[in-house]
């Protein structure tokens, strides 16, 4: 970085990296009225074109579409700006609703969308569905461990680590079944009325959603439940018009009723041929899906080459599927990845690819919020959240030159406190800038979401401003495509068929504000 002083022109040579086209008033002179306007135009439309997606060029009927588009979201905008009430500005458990009866969000909804590239395994589908489906299958047994922690699982006959009872049973105790059902929800979703108040802080917020993983992971890792959950969490996404996901997993172990368990490589098959079987069944809406293998960062340098080896076994036995290799966990209290440095660089000897999660941060300077250095030195092919980018120049430079873009996930990060008002998220920046970012829901079962519609509105009307339109979406829909690990000709399948989907949708756009039947997935 030159440390230039900061006048107006400098500020324009330095956050356009010295584009071509914008006018700089002359040194020392003293502005008349037409020349100060005519600077504040070439600003203005220098910026205008640096937002996402502003080089993509509309066809007459995406015009008419755009139109339609920006009405309602002028509208929506306008009014927030008169009331100050703005549903990105407030926390998403509190305003779903709301979103849901925007006529944007109805448009997202109809779009097709691409892909969803940043995705957990445990948390795909809508909650609802798994307490209304899952949670009445036979044989599910319930038990709190001394911690107060709720565990599911399957069993031909309970063991005694715990002291089980049938879920059946319990539910039976209720007058009002829906009473049971409504308490099971609460441990099954972060969703509440009152986000603000129960979850204060990042850390309780990170050990309520730890408690929530605990209580899904055994109930949907029965083998024939989680081909169950799978199979449905796919048909959401498929619903939501979003045609292939990439989604991480830790690969606990599937089960069976009596107890025995897969290996990772049977388990990883099951995930599969679940994918396979749901697009045989879905050909003409939904594309695949791929999976990266994701365990917990939390752990020490053994554990860490046992990750690797058994990635290394996958790539080898599932090279189509398996993406790639990522480490999870709440970032500020795991381990950082420059702990794991001599392990993670056998990944790019054996050319596995990488899709770390770095930067989920706030804690400027602290040795995680370096993780987003070593991302991109481990050649990531994108960066989870890279919330930090923004405040890592070099950093950012090197992910700009190597087009590494960043796997931004709004609601998630609200939920789980990094930002409250979701223009202020670092985002908004990175769009202003037209730098390479997917947009995906990371857990959009854990708080009442469901496939990628309502991060793509929030994204819309919080990092987007009021000037992002049709352009910004059909940007965002192509870079969710063009960064996924598929293999060019298979990408190409891919994008091929978002096209055709674009094309359908852009040509029914007139009528769109008119049908209802986008209505959104019903939680209970
Ligand atoms: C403003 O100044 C420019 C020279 O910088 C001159 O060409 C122009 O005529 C002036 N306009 C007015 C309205 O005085
Ligand atoms: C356990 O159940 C699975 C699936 O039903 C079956 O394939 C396996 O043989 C059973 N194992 C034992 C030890 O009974
Ligand atoms: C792993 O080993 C390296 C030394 O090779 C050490 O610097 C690092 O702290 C270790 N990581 C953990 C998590 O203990
Ligand atoms: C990352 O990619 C660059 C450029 O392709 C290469 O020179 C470097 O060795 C790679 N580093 C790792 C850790 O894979
Ligand atoms: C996909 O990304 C590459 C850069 O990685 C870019 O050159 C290409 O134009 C993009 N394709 C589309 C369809 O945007
Ligand atoms: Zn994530």
């Known amino acids: ?48 074109t640096d937002i996402l997606g502003q080089d993509q060029v509309l066809s007459a009927e995406e015009e008419e579409a755009n139109k339609i588009l920006m009405a309602a979201k002028d509208a929506e905008m306008e009014d927030g700006f008169q009331t100050l009430d703005f549903l990105p500005s407030k926390n998403f458990m509190t305003v779903i609703q709301q979103m849901e009866e925007s006529q944007v969000f109805k448009i997202i909804r109809q779009m097709p969308k691409g892909a969803a590239l940043h995705l957990h395994d445990t948390a795909l589908a809508s909650a609802s569905w798994v307490v209304q489906e899952l949670t009445y299958w036979p044989h599910l047994y319930m038990c709190y461990d001394t911690d107060d922690h709720l565990f599911f699982r399957f069993f031909e006959k309970p063991d005694t680590s715990c002291a089980w009872e049938l879920v ?111 697009v045989n069944d879905n050909p003409d809406r939904f594309f695949g899906a791929r999976f990266i293998y994701a365990p917990p960062r939390g752990v020490d340098n053994a554990t860490v080459h046992e990750y690797v080896s058994l990635m290394k076994r996958l790539k080898k036995a599932f090279p189509d599927f398996v993406a790639g290799f990522d480490l999870v966990g709440q970032e500020d209290k795991g381990e950082p990845l420059i702990a794991f440095v001599d392990e993670l660089l056998q990944l790019s000897e054996a050319d596995i690819r990488v899709f770390y999660h770095a930067g989920e941060t706030n804690w400027m300077g602290m040795e995680t919020d ?116 598929l293999d060019d000709v298979t990408e190409y ?32």
């Open 493 to 524: 399948d891919l994008m091929y068929k978002w096209v055709e989907k674009w094309n359908e949708f852009v040509a029914k756009a007139p009528t769109l504000l008119a049908e209802k039947h986008c209505q959104p997935h019903r939680r209970s």
């Open 370 to 485: 370096d993780n987003i250095i070593d991302a991109l030195l481990l050649n990531a092919s994108r960066i989870g959240h890279g919330y930090a980018l923004v405040k890592h120049p070099e950093a950012k430079a090197l992910a700009r030159e190597r087009d590494v873009p960043m796997e931004v996930c709004p609601i998630s990060n609200q939920v789980l406190k990094l930002v409250e008002d979701l223009r202020n998220h670092p985002a908004a920046g990175l769009v202003a800038e037209g730098f390479p970012i997917v947009v995906s829901p990371d857990d959009p079962g854990a708080w009442g979401a469901s496939g990628l519609s309502y991060d793509m509105y929030e994204a819309f009307m919080a990092f987007g401003g009021a000037k992002a339109d049709l352009r910004f979406l059909k940007q965002l829909a192509i870079n969710s495509i063009n960064y996924s690990s």
């Open 1 to 48: 970085m030159m440390g230039l002083a900061w006048g107006v022109c400098c500020l324009l040579v330095v956050a356009a990296g010295a584009r071509a086209g914008v006018v700089h008033p002359p040194a020392g002179h003293t502005f008349n009225t037409s020349d100060y306007l005519q600077q504040r135009r070439a600003i203005l439309a220098q910026e205008q």
């Open 168 to 278: 059946s049973a319990v539910r039976s105790n209720y007058v009002d079944p829906s009473e049971f059902d409504a308490m099971l929800f609460s441990k099954l979703s972060l969703l509440t009325e009152d986000p603000n108040e129960k979850y204060p802080d990042i850390n309780t917020v990170w050990s309520i959603f730890q408690g929530y993983f605990i209580a899904i992971t055994d109930l949907v890792m029965y083998r024939p439940a989680w081909e169950a959950y799978l199979y449905h969490a796919l048909g959401e996404f498929a619903d939501d018009n979003v045609l292939y996901v990439e989604f991480r997993g830790t690969l606990p172990p599937l089960y069976e009723l009596n107890g025995t368990r897969l290996t990772e490589e049977e388990s990883v098959a099951v995930y599969r041929d679940t994918t396979q079987r749901f």
